[in-house]
């Protein structure tokens, strides 16, 4: 008797977590038409049974979830173990997208959305995230592995994916690690904003508060006064620029 042929592998698992069950459906579909499997919670609790059975690659999170909202979600998620997550908000509150983002958030979408942008959001964190863990061939934007960088008590090795400020480990998400990586390529040169969403999210457009928001995540844990920050100097108009002392930030052999 002939044994069944293997299923053929997917992109990715990705839970979706939505308590509008027409919303769900729809994301689903175009996950599961791009060649996902995808798994499905109306709620915070059944989201993190789902996740505890079956580690999901992504998950793609409504913030106005019933009881437990997705902050919490989100929150939780990140304390059992990394996972990308796309926050959905129906919100445009600026306020909101923040919160998202500063619990951990990769990306957010505001609804109502397009649901194969959503996709295209989908397929970026999951490249992303494949490139930093070694799944894929391709490196991440201003994350290549050409050298250790070092400069102002920082270090940084890109392969290991590993930071530390003083010997001090540093917990950095994805997204503040491929940042400080880039600004520490660059120091003295005045970053915008724009620029670094291409070269640290590879994004083409985007709200420019989320560049905002993670380099004030990032000075909260590089910079011996947050408040007064020395590392990462804003330029009104402009952007960032890593002001390390005596120049640094040069790869180191």
Request: aromatic share 4%.
């Amino acid at each position: 008797m002939q044994s069944p042929a293997p299923s053929a592998p997917t992109a990715g698992r990705v839970l979706v977590v939505d308590d509008d069950p027409t919303v769900a459906e729809i994301v689903a579909g175009y996950l599961d038409r791009a060649g996902y499997t995808v798994d499905r919670a109306s709620d915070g609790p059944a989201a993190l049974a789902r996740a505890d059975e079956r580690r999901p690659d992504l998950v793609v999170l409504d913030l106005m979830l019933p009881g437990m909202n997705g902050l919490d979600v989100c929150r939780i998620l990140r304390e059992q173990g990394p996972v990308p997550v796309i926050m959905l908000t129906a919100r445009g509150d600026e306020d909101d997208r923040i919160l998202g983002l500063e619990v951990g958030a990769d990306d957010y979408v505001t609804k109502p959305f397009s649901p194969r942008e959503l996709v295209l959001r989908v397929e970026s964190v999951l490249r992303r995230s494949r490139a930093v863990s070694g799944e894929s061939g391709g490196a991440a934007p201003g994350a290549a592995g050409d050298g250790r960088l070092a400069a102002a008590g920082l270090e940084l090795d890109p392969v290991a994916r590993r930071a530390t400020k003083d010997g001090r480990e540093l917990a950095l998400t994805l997204r503040e690690f491929d940042l400080l990586t880039y600004l520490l390529r660059h120091p003295g040169r005045a970053c915008g904003r724009e620029e670094l969403m291409h070269e640290v999210w590879g994004w083409e457009f985007g709200d420019l508060s989320t560049v905002t928001v993670h380099v004030r995540r990032l000075r909260s844990k590089i910079e011996d006064d947050p408040a007064a920050p020395q590392l990462i100097t804003t330029v009104w108009g402009v952007g960032y620029r890593f002001d390390p002392p005596g120049g640094g930030g040069e790869p180191r052999n």
